[in-house]
């Protein structure tokens, strides 16, 4: 079973602020919500990650609700260069040995 | 940041041949180091954990004598394709955790290896 869920691809026009959601209503207590993206022909880039409240870092925002069950990944200005597959996933302490298992992702393009 | 290397970017090769595939990590011990592989338009896919000093665990479905990997130190671990056919062509990319992760901190990854089997 996906673990999270998210919109297959979602667009934005540069310079705009860009929110890409993340449904995980199955987390557990333990689990961390990890976002990575992949830029064409590249190997994942770690975003940002976060386990209860909200944070921040030079790359995006983490808005985590207060039941845990979903989250919203926050560009703040999209350029051309955030165009890539965005991946929400849980990664556990213990049930599911520690592994990033990767979904589908969303594709997000950024329009000029 | 941590920076993990792969190598070589890209390879051709005739079917039948063995591919090494290299992933290191460039500024931390990596106990652990995990090998993906990915499609076109497709996520990417978990094939084993790698960890130092010991067997590979690989994922279900995917062969171990076809996928040979090999952690023998803190920095190193190797992915051998044996006998590579066709359907074998793929994006192959690494990753590694710092040993001192406890659970909580990002995963590094390599470039991608672009493995292609005429």
């Known amino acids: 079973d996906a673990k999270t869920t998210q919109p297959n691809s979602m667009e934005s026009n540069e310079e705009e602020p860009v929110h890409l959601p993340c449904n995980h209503s199955t987390i557990s207590g333990t689990d961390y919500i990890h976002w990575y993206r992949q830029l064409p022909s590249q190997g994942p880039e770690y975003v940002i990650h976060?386990?209860?409240s909200n944070v921040n870092n030079r790359m995006a925002s983490l808005a985590i609700a207060e039941d845990r069950k979903s989250s919203t990944l926050i560009l703040h200005r999209a350029t051309l260069r955030d165009a890539a597959v965005y991946y929400c996933i849980l990664r556990g302490l213990m049930e599911y040995g520690n592994k990033l298992v990767f979904g589908a992702g969303t594709i997000l393009r950024v329009k000029s | 940041g941590a920076v993990v290397s792969q190598h070589p970017s890209w390879v051709i090769c005739k079917s039948g041949t063995s591919v090494k595939i290299e992933c290191r990590s460039l500024d931390f011990q990596a106990t652990t180091m995990f090998w993906y592989r990915q499609f076109p338009k497709q996520s990417l896919m978990l094939m084993a954990t790698s960890n130092e000093g010991s067997k590979a665990t690989y994922e279900q479905g995917v062969e171990k004598d076809k996928f040979l990997i090999n952690h023998a130190s803190l920095t190193l671990s190797t992915l051998t394709v044996t006998s590579a056919h066709p359907e074998d062509s793929s994006f192959y990319i690494c990753s590694a955790r710092d040993f001192r992760d406890r659970g909580n901190q990002p995963q590094h990854f390599g470039d991608g290896t672009r493995l292609s089997i005429l």
């Open positions: 976060g386990l209860t």
